[in-house]
């Protein structure tokens, strides 16, 4: 199959050139001998060699395609502009680093910023915030957007950063669901990466779009998740993620625009002349939410750059896309010239082991594209160079590579940094300018070259850019030439208004071929020295003598032309080609990676082939069963067999030098995930595993669609894309893109590009912005070869046959592309176009219907069809002929690739313009005139308008050759009518035979005023195939908007083909005064297949007479079995029966017990077979001997029950939330158990019995497994009866309680883009009716007597009064209303005239209020059948706004055989919280069931109940508890037999069980984008039957009062702080503050310890903390203003949890803060006995066992550790009392220790006390203890010296007293 490959040889040039003069030498040889020449045998673009006999014949016998395959889409829509809503919620931070810190979260979108409240001194914050982000802008832009969460500690001025988080938005979306729930976004330090983690931060983030549906998840309140394995990462991610460094290196760019957007420049230019190019590039990149620019290079449209950005971000990056983007920088503002995205997706593999590889890319060139060159000041098109929009022309391309390398440890220095850090060092001073920051106005004007700052760079995550060496291997390699050769076939539907001047075409690559504005072709210029060496080869070899065989080949345009118009409609123009079909041609030349492209073409290839199996699947199905599962195999097959062709090839590929990294680890993948896929589907095939459906099949195939198609996008690009255009007087008018890889040639056939050397049709379009409703510019069809010149000899191979080449005049005898194509036949055709029908059209008038009419071009001719007014769905039932069409060339190439017919489908307007509703595209079936005749079938034609489906159409088109004895000789065809128009021939026309439609009408509803006057006299209108019938008018839509005349039926001729059924159109007009009536609102039904009869029903009315006549005899049996005592034994119950066993419910359900049935059996004889959950238990109980009553359920069981002690404390009183919070449990373990299981789905659970029977003709097995032992510890919840909890509205679940009629939108206005399938306000009304339709029968007569069928089963339409009950649970997730970030929501219900505004009741300040209201309504229907609660949010001044409304239609509900009125509990009880609501018990409910479906039964007989041949046995015997008597109930069993109605056989359906739903709400402003959600239900009770109990009471539970009261008794070994001044002696003045996270108002501290020195603490000291708490959510309320500002209080729930922390004292600075302790009041580690068992690490490792919660215990004393950065500060030892808020008053205690309860004073070291209160203690203490005997001595050596002094001062005076006195 494929050429063998050896190993590459290198060749010279001028070998080269011999080649080609070979091949023109031998023009009339074939490829094969050519490729045997001996020259031929050199290097193909990969570098292999072709082997003589394999050579260029390609693997399939069938020759190729003369033309591409016909694509219907005319063209791509615009890419839509679209609205998206982020929602973020804040639930809780843990584990944030810093000591006493205030976080406070800020979230960043694009410029948005918003805002958490702050906490206070906690360093796990609780915030259960919710922040919503409106976003409009098309979906790829929008999801570069980074989401950046920040948590700071909060300071009045400049709060200092803790930690950031970065995801972009395109990954939230990419999630399942939109969204994270429920997990823990990783904090890290941008500023510094080597400090680890700072903490995580719980969030939950959704992104939506219009019409995405939110999932729900219900919130895990774990005080103990696990954070590590659940972090806010996407799935397959590792949990620890390193850092790494991101290298995008810019080597150079080539080809730019020379273009300077200031006035100057352009002035300069005109008087200088364009000397140099007016560009000074720069490149600007752009990841994670960080930007890095190069330095600027003046005056130049080919710079070298040879610098790189470094980004350092966590791997694998939570933000995909790196944007690339060259800018021009100008003196006034910079201009973006182009902008380009690399998606990390497509350039690493995130597989685990050796398949995975990091993102590297390149060194490779990227194609850039974007608006026209022109030099233009204002450019119109801008927007596309900033990547808004395909771009229209080549820009230029950039070199570039990208490196990532995973930091081991932070940011230490590796051998690739080190290696740059040498050459960085000494480039600093002069690139300083470089490197502006992460945004140009932070550059780093201190970058002087000092080491110290790149060293902190480095640690930072700021980008870098710096420039680096080229490694001599990187230099690009050589380059190849490539030979573009196109031929313009035909060129027709040119716009009228660019028709009437010459026209040519312009094709190019790149700059080649870009004659009116090309830029430089690289390598054409003078090179520089630096660049004459890098690039070692010139590029077009100038210097080879080769510029005159340059010149002569480049003719990328074709000549002009001046346009003819269309004959018949001259609609358009044409350009007359006739024989002479113009060609281009030229060369260019560029970088040999073609494999690259061969690979993608494979691949494309394959995915293909499959898309087109599947398709053929689907066709398949309509017509047979067993054909499309073998056609699926088949494809399956041939799908393996091209995988393993392609892994052959891949694997022998010889390692050449010119690939990347990346092309040698993209090809591995490639091969490695064929691999998988092809091992998948030989499994499917060979079914081993499973048995594959059809539709799993198909839906597998799909899936190696998308993988395949994602391998094919080729991210290095090669070869950029040819752009063709249309000139209009060498004006740039259209264009059309056309990739480079699918012209590609190689001699290769599986290697080839699809389109390359077929003929393909272009549809040209507009450049930029298209206007509305814009036209087709030009259809083209063009040959299109583009190859290596190697092989330029098989360019025209693929031509259609019959064609002189016409050569340019320059040839110089070489061998040259044809200037044009001659092809001298000529045939002369005639195209009829039948158009028969077409259906779902677009509407286009403001009535909401069209005036359609169609457009057929083909070739030279345009014809319309008759215009059918008002209508989607025209019949024009015409055919056009178009005679005198010449083709020319051979007639067998005509006949096998026709051209092709365009249809274009108009609104007829009888002012202005027609409106455009779509095309399709066509090919004509071909006869030849010695062909026979055989008439073509009718088929449906997809049209677009746009990207949007606007219809089918329903038509053929032949194109016959005119024999030359004239146009006679032709089939003939049908006369015309008087207006000319000729009719589809009979023989093409579909085969008609008769129907009867039958109708039911039921009712209008919901009808909007029409021209400003409300509908009153409504009629309905139906029509089908020509042929309709009226219902009768309604007199007064306000009193009673049902029908009188419930049915009618009309004859009509439909085609025996169901698939070829027209459309059925439903039509509303409204009666006004005077007989005038006014088009309400229509609707088409486009397939009938769902209203076709189904001749299976009669079956079942004759097995149910069966049933009753064998009824004796069944009444026989059932004596025999009852006295047998084992119900089980051997013997065979008679074989028409069934046994269901079906338990009793004890009132005390297991956790387990389903609300549905909780197993199914299938059993071969389509009897389901039903189980109850305990079955067992009964079966075991049986074999023992009489039936013991195990539990003896009572009716009053839920007076005396155990409870658990969680209950006891929580709550005494169960009620109806114990049993929302039990089934919120229980659905959440469902979830989890089985997070796959689909909807609807009854499986059996875990723990149930598996019961298998399989029934052969004479045996019975029955396996039975024993159940589970069920845990016992259950969370300690009691086991309550539960309820239902839907994710979603009821509605969604029953299929719209659509069974016994169908509601139809009536649409009026025009149908807008943007708005289809979501267009909520062209919708003006319903219709609810029904239609059956069946063949005519031949003796109508016996029909019409009776009832018509469609009306069985139909309940009376009178008016109903009925009594509405309305429970609104609570609301989630609700859209802000309030300026800052909060809501007031309040209840709006409308029914009709009534309107319940619930306004006093609003919750303040919440998004999640539960709201526990019931209302009661009394309504009538029809008049009154629509619902709807709407939330409002309450504001002071001003009106209040609309949040969001939900509407139910409660008719649909109440007549639903699914009985949607009042839902099943789970079991019966009397009394108590489950007691039974609805007015009928069940076996009322059962009789009346059985009644209406005409069904045999029910007959209850101790321990069953039989309904026809179906027995369901149970329990229906109970004991009274309190008098022992037993009472016989068969409720209990009639309930379970409800509960599994669905498996009776014929009639059975689910029947509502009790529920709660979860409707989400929507507001008209923001379409299809949900504002929150609501959990509700309604209770219907009909008014004629007695009246209900009353409304059970779901008002919310208060939460209970409770005191904690905590007493701090000492504190040890806490680290002492102060040191003394005199002694060095260390030691801390110690107090304990505590409070309740939330209540920070209500901090307590106790009196201070001063001087401890041992860091023990002795206070006695209580604490009394009164707080609100509600048990069953294990949440605490908390009730306080906002800020001083606040008119009212809000509501918050929080975990209780409670914080102490130790101080140090400090008088004259701020106290330091030593140690803190959190503990939550649910879960918190035990205390140690002593202070030394106390230890940190037990604390924080405590498993759940070790835990209490104080709800529990009420009262606990022991020790716990004090801890500051993880490291043990202290200890504590305390007690804390739980008492209730009863209690406290009861016996209060006094807080401190003051009375009442006194505590005794503390026993403290004489050392505590403080130097500002007791100075003298101070004294005594610091100095005299420690100082004592200086003190002593050096107060005696004061008195010794004080002695001498006096002694020495009074001596002379003595001495001289003495010498007088004595003398």
Known sequence: MFGLKLKKKKKNKAEKGLILANKAAQDGQSDTEASQEGPFHQERPEGDLIHDDVAITPALSAPPKRRSKLLTKIHDGEVKSQNYQISITIIEARQLVGENIDPVVTIEIGDEKKQSTVKEGTNSPFYNEFFVFDFIGPQVHLFDKIIKISVFHHKLIGSVLIGSFKVDLGTVYNQPGHQFCDKW????????????????????????GKGDTLRTNPKTSDAEEQIEKNLLIPQGFPSERPWARFYVRLYRAEGLPKMNSSIMANVTKAFVGDSKDLVDPFVEVSFAGQTGRTTVQKNCADPIWHEQVVFKEMFPPLCRRVKIQVWDEGSMNDVALATHFIDLKTISNEQDGDKGFLPTFGP???????????????????????????????????????????????????KFSKALKDLKLTSKDKDSKSSKGSSKDKADKADDGKPQQASDKTNSTEVEVEPFDVPPEIIPGKYEEFLLFGAFFEATMIDRKIGDKPISFEVSIGNFGNLIDGGSHHGKKKKSAELAEEDILPLLHEGEGDAAHDAAISMSTTCPEKPLVTEGNRNYNYLPFEAKKPCVSFISSWGDQTFRLHWSNMLERMADLLEEGIEEVRELIKISQEAPEEKMKAVFGDFIRQSSAFISEAEKKPKTLNQTTLDKKRLTLCWQELEAMAKEANGIIQQQKKKFSLDEMIQEAQNFVEKIRFLVDEPQHTIPD??????????????????????????TWEQMGKHCGKIKTHFLKLPGKRPAGWAVQAKVDVYLWLGSTRFSSAMMDNLPVGYEAEMPSTAAGTHHPPSSLLYQARHVFQLRAHMYQARGLIAADSNGLSDPFAKVTFLSQCQTTKVISQTLSPTWNQMLLFNELVLHGDE???????????????????????????????????????????????????????????????????LLQVPSTGLQALPPIDPPDVAQIYPVPANIRPVLSKYRVEVLFWGVREMKKVQLLSVDRPQVLIECGGRGVKSCVIQSYKNNPNFSVQADTFEVELPENELLHPPLSICVVDWRAFGRSTLVGTYTINCLKQFLWKTREPLALISQMDGAQAEPAISDTLIVKESSEHPRSSQDPPTDHVYIGVEPPPTVVPYSAQVQPAILVDIPDSSPMLESEHEPAAWEASKEGPVKDVRKPSRRSTKRRKRTIADESAENVIDWWSKYYASLQKAQKEKESNPKEKKGHTDSKPEEVVLEIEDGPKKKKDKILKKKPKDVGNGGIPNLAVLKIFDGDLESEFNNFEDWVKTFELFRGKSTEDDHGLDGDRVIGKFKGSFCIYKSPEESSSEDKGQLRIQQGIPPNHPVQVLIRVYIVAAFNLSPADPDGKSDPYIVLRLGKTEIKDRDKYIPKQLNPVFGRSFEIQATFPKESLLTVLIYDHDMIGTDDLIGETKIDLENRFYSKHRAICGLQSQYEVEGYNAWRDTSKPTEILTKLCKDNRLDGPYFSPGKIQIGSKVFSGKTVFTEEDTDETVESYEHLALKVLHSWEDVPEVGCRLVPEHIETRPLYHKDKPGMEQGRLQ?????????????????????????????????????????????????????????????????????????????LTGEGNFNWRFLFPFQYLPAEKQMVITKRENIFSLEKMECKTPAVLVLQVWDFERLSSDDFLGSLEMNLNSFPRAAKSAKACDLSKFENASEENKISIFQQKRVRGWWPFAKSKELTGKVEAEFHLVTAEEAQKSPVGKARKEPEPLPKPNRPDT????????????????????????????????LIVFLVLFIYTLPGAISRRIVVGS
């Not at 976004?185 to 939506?208: H, M």
């Not at 194609?367 to 900033?386: A, I, K, T, V």
């Not at 007087?729 to 001699?747: E, G, M, Q």
């Not at 100095?1823 to 005696?1836: A, S």
Request: hydrophobic fraction near 40%.
């Open 185 to 208: 976004a990783l904090l890290t330090d941008p500023g510094n990466i080597r400090t680890g983690t700072k903490g995580y931060l719980k969030c939950d983030i959704n992104v939506t």
């Open 722 to 747: 040819v752009f063709i255009w249309m000139l209009s007087s060498n004006r740039r008018v259209a264009y059309t893109r056309v990739a480079a890889k699918d012209l590609l040639y190689s001699p």
């Open 1576 to 1652: 509700m239900w309604v209770d219907m009770f009909p008014k004629d039957m007695p009246q209900p109990g009353p409304p059970v009471d779901v008002s919310p539970r208060k939460p209970k009062g409770y005191e904690l009261r905590v007493t701090i008794w000492n504190t040890e070994d806490v680290i002492l702080e102060d040191e003394n001044i005199f002694t060095g002696q260390k030691s801390s003045d110690i107090y304990v503050k505590g409070w309740l996270k939330g209540l920070e108002d209500d901090k307590q501290e106790t009196d201070v310890h001063y001087n401890s």
């Open 892 to 958: 067998k190439e005509l006949a096998e690739s026709p051209p092709l017919v365009v249809v274009e489908l108009y609104d007829s307007d009888a002012v202005g313009k027609p409106e455009y509703l779509g095309a399709t595209v066509a090919a004509p079936v071909v006869t030849l005139g010695y062909q026979d005749y055989e008439p073509p079938r009718l088929c449906y034609h997809p049209i677009f308008c746009g990207n949007i489906s606007g219809g089918d159409l329903l038509a053929v088109f032949e």
């Open 364 to 414: 490779a060139w990227i194609n850039l594209y974007g608006s026209p060159r022109n030099h233009s000041l204002m450019d119109d098109f801008q927007e596309l160079n900033e990547g808004f929009g395909e771009g229209v022309a080549f820009r230029g391309r950039i070199l570039v590579e990208i490196a990532v390398e995973i930091l081991s440890g932070g940011a230490q220095e590796s």
């Open 1808 to 1839: 505590s006390f403080s130097w500002f209160v007791n100075p003298f203690k101070c004294l005594y203490h610091l100095i005299w203890r420690n100082y004592k005997k200086y003190i002593i001595i050096g107060f005696l050596l004061i008195i």
